[in-house]
C-alpha cells in the first residue's frame, strides 16, 4: 500500500458531501510512521527555511485574493521561487482511495509515485488543483472519491488532487492537509473563490465523528524508520499525555492565524531568548526554527558553533553535558524542551554529513525578520515528538500536553 507524508497546516483539496458512512461516538485512530532518508537532501536545514518562507508567501497570496491590503506587498517577491528541496524527515500513513481501494494513499493529494486508479466511486469534476508546498509542489485534476481511514471508516465523496506532476517528493504519493480550511482558498481553478473542507471537517460534516478536531501523538526515536505515532480524529486519547491539555485560542497576530498560530516566549536557562512571538506549530517543518536574534541569543548562551557540512549547530559531547533546558511559556503552562530534546539523534548523524563523536542541535534560525514574515517560530516535529497536540477547528484553539517522552533521553 503507498503512503503520503503528512502536513498538519497546509490547504487540503477537499470537498464536503454529506452522505454517512459510518457513524461513531469513538474517535478514529490512524497509526503514522517516522522516515527518514539519507540521500537525496541538498540541505537540511535550508529545506526547513525554504518551508517557512513558502508559508509566508502561500500566506499572503491568500491574503490579496481576500482584499487584505496589509499583506499585499512586494517584500519577500522572490520567495515563490525556492526550488524543490526534499526533506529528509517526513511522517507518513495509510489510506483507501476508491472502492475497492485500489490506491493507499493518506491523502489531499496522490500520484506523485504510483499512479491513482480509478474506480467506481470515481468523480471527475472539471477543476484543475495546483499547490505549492517549500518542500515541493504539484499539480492535477481534481476527483471526488471514497477515502478509506483505519478501521472501515470512510469518507464519501472527497475530494483529491490527481497529479499529473509533481517534484520534491520520494517514497510516499502525496500530501494529507489537515489544516485550517481558510488556506484551501485558490488551490482550485476555475472555481478559485470557494473555500473546501479538511479531511477533519468532512468527518464531522458526514457525522462520522462527533466534533472537528485532531490529535497528534508522536514518539522521539533514533530509527531510521518506525511507527511511532498516532493521529486522532473527532477526540483526544488520554493514554497519551500526562496532566491537564493547554489550549490557547490561535493566535489574532496576522499571517500566524492563517495557520495553526499561537503566541509563546522562550527562555534558555533562565535567559530571555525570545519575548512573546506569533508563530505555527506545524508536523511538515522537522526543526524548531526560531527568528534570527533569537537564535543569535541561543547561540550566545549555549556556545553552540554553525557546522558547514551540516547546516546544523554543533557541539562537542562535553559541551552538551552542560545544555540547558528551553522553557516554553504558552498560555499559562511552561513546558520544558530538555537538552536531550534539543539534539539530533546521535546514531543518525551520517543522515545530516555529520561525524559520530559531535552532537548536532536542532533548532535552527527561520531565516527572515519577524518584522517582514509575520511568522516568528515554527515548532516542528522535533517540538511535537515531546508534546501531545491537540488541533481544535470548532474552537479555533490549539492544545499541548507533557507525555511519558517530554523528559526522555531518546536523541
Not at 135 to 144: K, Y
Not at 165 to 184: A, E, K
Not at 261 to 280: R, V
Amino acid at each position: 500500500m503507498q503512503v503520503l507524508a503528512l502536513v498538519l497546516l497546509l490547504p487540503a483539496v477537499l470537498a464536503a458531501v454529506p452522505p454517512i458512512v459510518r457513524i461513531t461516538d469513538s474517535p478514529i485512530t490512524l497509526p503514522i510512521a517516522k522516515r527518514i532518508r539519507a540521500v537525496g537532501v541538498t540541505n537540511f536545514v535550508e529545506a526547513d527555511r525554504a518551508r517557512a518562507r513558502s508559508l509566508i508567501q502561500m500566506s499572503k497570496a491568500k491574503a490579496t485574493k481576500a482584499g487584505d491590503d496589509i499583506l499585499n506587498t512586494n517584500a519577500d517577491s522572490a520567495v515563490g521561487n525556492d526550488p524543490a528541496t526534499n526533506t529528509l524527515v517526513s511522517y507518513v500513513a495509510s489510506v483507501g482511495v476508491g472502492n475497492p481501494p485500489t490506491t493507499g494513499s493518506s491523502n489531499t493529494w496522490v500520484g506523485a509515485d504510483t499512479a491513482y486508479v480509478k474506480t467506481p466511486t470515481s468523480i471527475q469534476t472539471g477543476d484543475t488543483v495546483s499547490v505549492t508546498y517549500g518542500s515541493g509542489s504539484f499539480s492535477g485534476t481534481e476527483f471526488l472519491d471514497l477515502v478509506t481511514l483505519s478501521n472501515g471508516f470512510a469518507i464519501s465523496n472527497q475530494s483529491i488532487g490527481v497529479a499529473t506532476s509533481s517534484s520534491g517528493f520520494t517514497g510516499v504519493d502525496g500530501i494529507l492537509g489537515l489544516g485550517p480550511t481558510d488556506l484551501t482558498l485558490g488551490t482550485l481553478s476555475p472555481d478559485t473563490t470557494t473555500s473546501v473542507s479538511t479531511v477533519t471537517d468532512n468527518l464531522s460534516n458526514q457525522r462520522i465523528i462527533s466534533t472537528p478536531l485532531l490529535a497528534v501523538s508522536f514518539e522521539p526515536t533514533n530509527s531510521q524508520a518506525i511507527t511511532n505515532g498516532e493521529l486522532t480524529f473527532g477526540g483526544i486519547d488520554s493514554s497519551k499525555f500526562i496532566g491537564n491539555i493547554t489550549y490557547v485560542p490561535i493566535t489574532s497576530s496576522s499571517p500566524s492565524n492563517t495557520f495553526w498560530g499561537i503566541e509563546q516566549n522562550i527562555t534558555y536557562g533562565g535567559i530571555p531568548i525570545m519575548f512573546t512571538t506569533a508563530g505555527i506549530v506545524d508536523t511538515g517543518t522537522t526543526l524548531l526554527l526560531l527568528p534570527p536574534l533569537s537564535f543569535a541569543a541561543y547561540v550566545l548562551n549555549t556556545g553552540a558553533t554553525p557546522d558547514s557540512t551540516t547546516g546544523f549547530l554543533k557541539m562537542t559531547t562535553s559541551e552538551f553535558a552542560n545544555l540547558k533546558s528551553l522553557f516554553f511559556s504558552i498560555g499559562e503552562t511552561t513546558f520544558e524542551f530538555t537538552a536531550n530534546a534539543q539534539a539530533w539523534p546521535r546514531n543518525l548523524n551520517s543522515f545530516i554529513g555529520g561525524d559520530p563523536n559531535s552532537v548536532y542541535l536542532v533548532v535552527a534560525n527561520i531565516g527572515l525578520p519577524n518584522r517582514l514574515n509575520g511568522i516568528g517560530f515554527i515548532n516542528g516535529q522535533v517540538f511535537l515528538e515531546r508534546f501531545y497536540s491537540v488541533f481544535d477547528t470548532a474552537n479555533k484553539r490549539v492544545g499541548l500536553a507533557n507525555t511519558n517522552f517530554t523528559f526522555a533521553t531518546t536523541n
